[in-house]
């Protein structure tokens, strides 16, 4: 399946974490949106199979991806409406699939904690990036560990994409800070194609 | 970091291996719980003490809670989410893949697991296909039975297997 895909990354100095900062987390959310909307867009070729086996580490009892992303791909959406369930399965598991595709990301080197998020205190994935080399490098670096943070907004509305950003940087730097790194993977609906937007969090 | 085994927990859960689950899991809770309650407790006291929510990373490093310690949390949670729900073992092996045969009538599904395994296999066959990724393997097949099924993936992924 083919979807697009962008990334950008922003440095965790623009995120205040002191008192003496204003709290502008949401501003810079704005500017982060507008970013990813801007920034170049390459084609990605997924093989749908691996869909099926990326199913180990979704949060909810759902199978059948590949038939639902076809449904929002194709806009077959109808009278009905959209299912949060789904659609958060849905980018759990295009977010492996393209860490795969894209930085070759190791089934063993992942490990998923949505399941726990009522913890308060985690993000929804992490991977080791000292067992990660090409996914290091993208990021510049030789180790550290990169929190994932999964999203999806299949409304075009866009204060409830800003609002899903800010919330995701809020739950990340809980545990990334200050000198980890962190990953907001966000699928959204770009006409008649699915949009996977990579926004790390690099520490600077 | 502590509980290498939890992620290979995870893909047992997903091939219906519930008992080697369960020890991976038990494995972990052992060797975290009993840093567990005074994590808990300096959270909490974090959690009150911060006046924002934009402050609280930096509260909880000022109480000593670094990313490792809540990874620590995180992954006693999920160890015992692993432990408390795995259910019972459905899981068959065959030449040394662990495998769950799921036979939903008109379609049948494999999911498998192959320690010696290695890279990535995509194929069709002839009713169906097999995809594999670092040892966990998933195919789908219309019409065919369970041995032939085993049959076929073990034939595809023959090529990347160290242990020939």
Known sequence: MEIKFSSIKVPSSLIPHEKEEIDQTKQISEYIYEAVRNSDVID?????KILFIYSIFTSKLVDNVLENSYSYLYGLKGYKYLSGDISIVLSETITFATLHTLYDVKIENILPFRTVKYLGTIADALIDLEKELKLAKELETESGLLFINVRAAMSPRSYYVVDKIWKSILNLELVRYPDNYGLISLLTRDKETLKESFIFITPQ | MNCKNLNKAIVMLWVGDSKEAEEDAKECMNLLK???????????????????????????????????????????ELSRR?????????????????????????????????EDCYGYVSTLLGSGFVVMVDGVIYAEFLGTDEDKAVESVLGAIKGHRKNK
């Open chain 1, 44 to 48: 990605l070729d997924i093989d749908e």
């Open chain 2, 34 to 76: 009993e840093e567990i309650p005074n994590l808990r407790i300096l959270i909490k006291e974090a959690k009150i003490e911060a006046e924002s929510e934009y402050l609280l990373p930096k509260t909880l490093r000022e109480k000593g809670l670094n990313p490792e310690d809540l990874l620590k949390l995180a992954m006693y």
């Open chain 2, 82 to 114: 692993i432990y408390l729900f795995s259910g019972d073992t459905k899981s068959k092996e065959r030449s040394g893949v662990i495998y769950l045969w799921l036979d939903l009538g008109v379609k049948k599904i494999l999911r498998g697991y192959c």
